[in-house]
């Protein structure tokens, strides 16, 4: 891309991310940075769809019978939490940096990516289809984002999913399966003695959790980690309660699905247990990939993502690759560099202009 050019989308995606932080968008109240992302593009005189809180545009010579490539991004974000020291929906730009809740997760992301489809909207004759999509809940794995839309938009061949990686390649990132767990006891009084207390029964499957291993480890993403994170049971003092309830965060790899997981765990502790969701499981891309191949070639490293992301529920290849830190993310005084967004620009277009 040439300089000129470069600074010029910089430029118009970088003030479309200024505004996007004065904008409140909490997952499942989006509608007003949809709003805007839509006038951004009607701007630009490019077409987009809208479902919901989702927009969408393809490329100008869209044609079905090539394969397409989907770029995709949120604009929901979490609530600020209470260390925030600046207005969260300021966008402050001070040393270098812009500061604003979602700059890093994932406005400067969404902001980039999009600015990557303008470059590459009217381009006649490309090898690929683009698809841009800002979608919704992301940040809370809703129904309502994404997942909603994914058929309307194709059949999609590879993904490119805009979250914080410092423009590295995260060919693989771990699945999210959170179990609501009830371990029964018998109420009785306190001073009588009871050998079924719900809270010592769940204290045994929750030792369980935290000791287990499972027998694959995946090379990139290590082991499936089980974490307990939440506990409660009781009402007073003197009585021994009946049911001890706890949550569990499991976090697994592409060598098992999130149903051999909840299997594996069902034989294995005495609580019920219910899952939230099966359907946010691991994924991964063949160091083969040309997308991949591409990047590698231009200097990019590749690694396993601990976090997960809109990739758990879109059914093609894909890799979660985009400007900013992931450990910036959902922190207070939430900020990006400048400077990652517009090299950001960069070396999207440099990655996709080798394959497309």
């Not at 969404?110 to 489809?117: D, E, G, K, N, R």
């Not at 879109?314 to 830190?325: E, F, N, Q, R």
Request: hydrophobic residues 40%; proline residues 4%; contains cysteine.
């Amino acid at each position: 891309m040439k300089e000129q050019e470069l600074h010029k989308l910089f430029e118009s995606v970088y003030g479309l991310l200024k505004e996007l932080i004065t904008i409140p968008s909490f997952s499942k109240s989006e509608d007003k940075t949809a709003d805007y992302i839509e006038n951004f593009f009607a701007k630009y005189t490019i077409p987009t769809h809208r479902v919901m809180n989702n927009i969408w545009a393809f490329n100008k010579f869209y044609d079905a019978s090539k394969p397409t490539i989907l770029l995709n991004s949120h604009h929901d974000t979490v609530q600020p939490n209470a260390s925030y020291t600046l207005n969260p929906f300021e966008a402050i730009e001070k040393d270098g940096k812009l500061y604003g809740l979602g700059s890093n997760d994932a406005g400067g992301c969404l902001v980039s990516l999009i600015a990557t489809f303008i470059h590459f909207w009217d381009t006649e004759n490309l090898n690929y289809n683009l698809v841009i999509a800002a979608s919704a809940e992301e940040e809370i794995s809703g129904t309502n984002g994404i997942e909603s839309i994914y058929i309307q938009l194709g059949n999609i061949d590879f993904a490119i999913v805009g979250e914080p990686t410092e423009m590295n390649l995260a060919i693989a990132e771990k699945g999210l399966l959170v179990l609501d767990c009830v371990a029964s006891g018998t109420s009785s009084h306190a001073a009588h003695p009871n050998q079924n207390n719900a809270i010592l029964n769940a204290i045994e499957d929750i030792n369980w959790f935290n000791n287990y291993k499972f027998d694959k480890i995946s090379d990139l993403l290590g082991e499936v980690k089980m974490t307990v994170t939440v506990i409660n049971s009781g009402s007073q003092h003197n009585v021994v309660p009946d049911s001890c309830a706890f949550t569990v965060d499991v976090r697994t790899t592409e060598l098992y699905s999130n149903v051999e997981i909840f299997n594996i765990i069902k034989e294995n502790i005495k609580s019920e247990v219910t899952p939230r969701s099966l359907r946010l499981n691991s994924s991964s891309i063949p160091m083969s990939h040309p997308f991949v191949q591409a990047g590698l070639q231009l200097g990019r490293t590749f690694y396993g993502s601990p976090t997960s992301s809109d990739q758990a529920v879109i059914s093609c290849p894909s890799l979660k690759m985009g400007p900013g830190l992931s450990t910036r993310s959902h922190s207070s005084d939430e900020f990006i560099y400048v400077d990652e967004i517009k090299e950001a620009i960069q070396i999207y277009t440099a990655v996709l202009t080798q394959i497309l």
